[in-house]
């Protein structure tokens, strides 16, 4: 069992940037590919980037893609979303996913999950 712990969520103004890390329990942390996902208000979860296992392969959501970046560090066991050029669109409960095999964009793909860090950005 994997447990994932989001941090770096937070208030910040349109333009500004966040980094959000996702620490996770499991020594074998580097095998599993690794997603973070969003869920705003009554709208359904969405994929926002995934990288895989060594940190040399990425895929981002169209509507993040050149603002946000996702990037590991194995021997800490941690992913990480560098956001910048926040929008007011951002705004959302952003999760991190572990799931083994090749990089996903469906929720579906992943096996364990983190609770979530509140991005708030002000416009």
């Known amino acids: 069992q994997v447990q994932l712990v989001e941090s770096g969520g937070g208030l910040v103004q349109a333009g500004g940037s966040l980094r959000l890390s996702c620490a996770a329990s499991?020594?074998?942390?580097?095998?599993?590919?690794m997603g973070w996902f969003r869920q705003a208000p009554g709208k359904e979860r969405e994929f926002i980037a995934t990288?895989?296992?060594?940190?040399?392969?990425?895929f981002y959501a169209d509507s993040v893609k050149g603002r946000f970046t996702i990037s590991r560090d194995n021997a800490k066991n941690t992913v990480f979303l560098q956001m910048n050029s926040l929008k007011h669109e951002d705004t959302a409960i952003y999760s991190c996913?572990?799931?083994?095999?090749?990089?996903?964009?469906?929720?579906?793909?992943?096996?364990?999950w983190g609770q979530g860090t509140q991005v708030t950005v002000s416009s």
């Open positions: 996913a572990a799931g083994l095999g090749w990089v996903a964009t469906t929720p579906g793909r992943y096996d364990y």
């Open positions: 499991d020594r074998t942390f580097s095998r599993y590919v």
């Open positions: 990288i895989n296992w060594s940190g040399s392969s990425s």
